[in-house]
């Protein structure tokens, strides 16, 4: 097996607010290997975005981040400022959900782009602007030199998600992280972004660190997949083989709640209930509550990681109750 | 560029502003009681000494002619005599204004490089001592009357303490500045106070937003992060507000003035108006109104400057 890009072992991350405590990441361990896409996927609230702020120390105190998150075999939880500053952007660069709140407004693309390049390369201010332009043309904005002067709001959704991956690519990070990149875009662009981010991945050789809440995204576009609920990574396995034989009742679930290659006006099995909130004490599988497979063994403990096949971890302790193979739809 | 254009937009949109201005001033002065004539003889005038007076400056003639003459002297850069003191109103003012404006930009000069360092303080050290301390004294500053912080300076600082003059203008550029510097800190204290309180709130605003999360996630430094993305953006807000607070400092100079005993255009004012000397209350409220309005412009110019947004 390659060396691992990135490890991260016994992420914990904490939000404090009115004086009480919540764990928005309850003890997560994960890899990214280079080149690979990891898709992170879970609903609102399962600390999918906690997670990726926590790679990239942007929780703020009196938030908290525990555990160990190896870069190249390097600890960068913890790092002083100016350390952690040459790993963000240079190293691991992030984007996020939504384009038109993560741009700065009153910045031109290009002085979002060239501030970059300033801060991680030794590059001249006009082969600053050089790069500048060959970065938007990367990520296929028509017009790129035109282009750069534009502020933000300038720009139609899927441009400015494009311009937000060209700045956060400029100084050639070895990995992306990326915020449900495509949540806030019109349905026509979502598709166009995932395919640039794959694109780039493949050319750039870059590893990426998808997070969604859509399978169909993750089945598209990833090499790995990590099911997260209640703070927790409840699954982890090749896509072809979660989607294959899921072996955690929740993705189960999730994956039966796909509307892809049903008949229509069929309705869509759903998970009843609701996912336990931040703050709530669980006992026992944060899922039991939904799970249509729940036994006695799921009610009480802490549900350990499970080896169920090669590559392929839950946290299921009831997996050998599931169906072995989900039947093609 | 987008941005001249938007420069010539907002001067041509200011035309009518001064053009009220002018009526305004004209009318006010006459609707106030008494008349100049009254006001130079004293209680005992014959109504013959009135009406010679009153023929002498013109006050005799209809309302609409009065303006015209204004408004044509006033084209030519004449805004007539002190009636008081027989000299050229513009030679009163030019004398004195110098005095007055300096004193304006050395306050507000003071009052950015208070506010700014301060209210990122208070906004990064968020509800510790330091910001709970500053907003108390601030809460202070602001109930404190110019006049009463300007004695207080005064006595302690100036008389007392013997640290800085208690009056006079000084010599050369820095003795000028070191004069001045009381003054200007009394009335750069209300300012900075209105200022602070703005931009803290601004950059705690400010420092949640999404883009300063991706700035950082860039790779930027601090400094960078706080100078460029935090600041200006937080400006944005405070500039007008900067701007209004700017306006009122010219009134308040005038007061400030007087209990320095400055030579600007303050004791000219007050003078004017006991004595009804028309011509140099016109000239002087003239003088504030136009500044005030620069003051405005220059503000929307500058906020323009910082959000693209507004002109585009």
């Known amino acids: 097996m390659t060396e691992n890009l990135l490890e991260v072992h016994g992420l914990r991350t904490e939000y404090r607010s009115d004086g009480r405590r919540f764990t928005a990441v309850d003890g997560i361990d994960f890899t990214v290997g280079p080149g690979e896409i990891l898709g992170l996927v879970g609903e609102s609230g399962s600390g999918k975005s906690a997670t990726l702020r926590s790679i990239l120390g942007l929780i703020k105190p009196p938030g908290r981040v525990e555990g160990r998150i ?12 100016s350390a952690l500053q040459r790993v963000r952007g240079a190293e691991i660069a992030m984007i996020f959900q939504d384009p038109m709140t993560a741009l700065n407004p009153v910045l031109t693309v290009g002085q979002q782009i060239r501030e970059s390049l300033a801060a991680h390369t030794d590059l001249s201010a006009s082969d600053r602007q050089r790069r500048a332009i ?41 990995l992306l992280l990326a915020d449900e990149p495509t949540t806030a875009l019109d349905v026509t662009i979502q598709d166009q972004i995932i395919k640039l981010i794959q694109r780039l991945a493949a050319e750039l050789r870059m590893s990426v660190i998808l997070v969604t809440h859509d399978l169909g995204v993750v089945a598209e576009s990833c090499d790995r997949v990590a099911v997260m609920y209640a703070g927790r990574i409840v699954e982890t396995a090749p896509v072809a083989t979660l989607f294959r034989s899921p072996r955690h009742a929740y993705t189960l679930g999730l994956l039966q709640s796909m509307p892809v290659g049903r008949s229509p006006r069929t309705p869509l099995p759903f998970i009843p209930g609701a996912p336990p909130r931040p703050g709530d004490s669980l006992n026992g599988c944060a899922f039991a509550a939904r799970c249509a497979f729940v036994g006695d063994e799921c009610r009480h403990g802490r549900p350990e990681t499970r080896h169920v096949g090669l590559d392929h971890m839950t946290l299921c302790r009831r997996a050998e109750a599931l169906p072995a193979a989900l039947e093609p739809a | 560029m987008g941005y001249w254009r938007f420069v010539l937009r907002r001067l041509l949109q200011s035309a009518p502003t001064f053009a009220l201005i002018t009526v305004l001033i004209f009318l006010l002065v006459r609707l106030l009681p008494g008349d100049p004539a009254s006001a130079m003889l004293g209680d005992r005038a014959t109504d013959e000494a009135v009406a010679r007076i009153n023929a002498s400056l013109g006050t005799d003639l209809p309302i609409a002619s009065q303006f015209l003459r204004f408004l044509g002297r006033l084209l030519s850069g004449d805004l007539g005599q002190s009636q008081a003191l027989h000299v050229p109103v513009t030679e009163l003012i030019g004398e004195r204004m110098p005095v007055t404006l300096l004193l304006a930009a050395y306050a507000m000069v003071l009052a950015t490089l208070i506010s700014i360092p301060l209210a990122f303080l208070m906004a990064l050290y968020r509800d510790r001592p330091l910001d709970i301390a500053l907003r108390g004294a601030f809460q202070l500053g602001l109930s404190m009357p110019t006049f009463y912080l300007g004695l207080l300076f005064l006595t302690v600082l100036g008389a007392h303490l013997r640290i800085f003059p208690v009056g006079g203008l000084g010599r050369g550029p820095v003795g000028i500045l070191y004069h001045l510097f009381l003054p200007a800190l009394t009335l ?39 100078g460029r993305h935090v600041l200006r953006n937080a400006l944005i807000s405070t500039v007008t507000l900067f701007g209004i607070n700017l306006g009122q400092l010219i009134g308040g100079a005038v007061i400030t003035e007087t209990v320095f005993s400055l030579p600007g255009v303050g004791r000219l004012l007050i ?18 109104a136009v500044l005030v309005s620069i003051i405005f412009i220059v503000t929307d110019l500058f906020q323009a400057w910082l959000d693209p947004r507004v002109y585009r």
């Open chain 2, 271 to 288: 003078d004017a108006i006991f004595g009804r000397d028309y011509p140099v209350i016109e000239g002087l409220t003239m003088c504030f």
């Open chain 1, 70 to 81: 190896l870069w190249r075999g390097r600890d960068i939880h913890g790092l002083a400022p």
């Open chain 1, 134 to 174: 060959e970065l938007l043309d990367l990520v296929g904005i028509p017009a790129a030199a035109s282009r750069l002067d534009d502020y933000p709001y300038q720009f139609s959704g899927g441009i400015r998600q494009r311009a937000m991956i060209a700045i956060a690519l400029a100084a050639k990070p070895a």
């Open chain 2, 188 to 226: 750069a204290l209300g300012l900075a106070a209105v200022i602070t309180r703005s931009l803290r709130a601004a950059i705690l605003e400010v420092l949640q937003a999404d883009y300063i999360d991706f700035a950082r996630a860039k790779g930027l430094s601090e400094r960078v992060v706080l």
